[in-house]
T-cell receptor, first 112, second 111 residues
Framework: KAGVTQTPRYLIKTRGQQVTLSCSPISGHRSVSWYQQTPGQGLQFLFEYFSETQRNKGNFPGRFSGRQFSNSRSEMNVSTLELGDSALYLC???????????FGPGTRLLVL | GQQLNQSPQSMFIQEGEDVSMNCTSSSIFNTWLWYKQDPGEGPVLLIALYKAGELTSNGRLTAQFGITRKDSFLNISASIPSDVGIYFCAGQLGGAQKLVFGQGTRLTINP
């Protein structure tokens, strides 16, 4: 069974731009969660989607948003990028909410 | 943001040695997880613990869920070069999907 896939793997943007990251969960998994990883803050929870609905949200500004499609694939969007948004963005999928989460390889975003 | 207190932050050991790391929290968690992350990759699940007092092994790895539900440890026996990486503990509250992560333990092995 294929693991969690994320595209693109690397991305360079400039301040003020917006970016969309994509995540395909493990087949059969319906919950997708997003995390931001930075050297300073570590791994921080962004939000979770289950059955196309946002179930939980972390402490991030409204510039960070996401959505989930009927096939459980998920996208996250960051608008008006700031230098501090440079990070590894990780997607994790699980069978259902509160089940064990399996991570993808991440998308490394660099904001210049 | 909220984080678990994971220690040690780094370890430098000789191949073949045993390794021990732990996580503590001021909050109770219903699930404890241990992940390993290699450079440029996402965390890979090593062991999941679901009950207070539970002791679980996965090959040379052993982890325990503390009886107070506020701590967990991971042991690696007879370390080998491929054990190099960053190990993270994560706690999960009941009724929530959010994982709270420790700061990580960076393991370096001298052959």
């Amino acid at each position: 069974k294929a693991g969690v896939t994320q595209t693109p793997r690397y991305l360079i943007k400039t301040r003020g731009q917006q970016v969309t990251l994509s995540c395909s969960p493990i087949s059969g998994h319906r919950s997708v969660s997003w995390y931001q990883q930075t050297p300073g803050q570590g791994l921080q929870f962004l939000f979770e989607y289950f059955s196309e609905t946002q179930r939980n949200k972390g402490n991030f500004p409204g510039r960070f948003s996401g959505r989930q499609f009927s096939n459980s694939r998920s996208e996250m969007n960051v608008s008006t990028l700031e230098l501090g948004d440079s990070a590894l963005y990780l997607c994790a999928s699980s069978l259902a909410s509160q089940e064990t989460q399996y991570f993808g390889p991440g998308t490394r975003l660099l904001v210049l | 943001g909220q984080q678990l207190n994971q220690s040690p932050q780094s370890m430098f050991i000789q191949e073949g040695e045993d390794v021990s790391m732990n996580c503590t929290s001021s909050s109770i968690f219903n699930t404890w997880l241990w992940y390993k992350q290699d450079p440029g990759e996402g965390p890979v699940l090593l062991i999941a613990l679901y009950k207070a007092g539970e002791l679980t092994s996965n090959g040379r790895l052993t982890a325990q869920f503390g009886i107070t539900r506020k701590d967990s440890f991971l042991n690696i026996s007879a370390s080998i070069p491929s054990d190099v990486g960053i190990y993270f503990c994560a706690g999960q509250l009941g009724g929530a999907q959010k994982l709270v992560f420790g700061q990580g333990t960076r393991l370096t092995i001298n052959p």
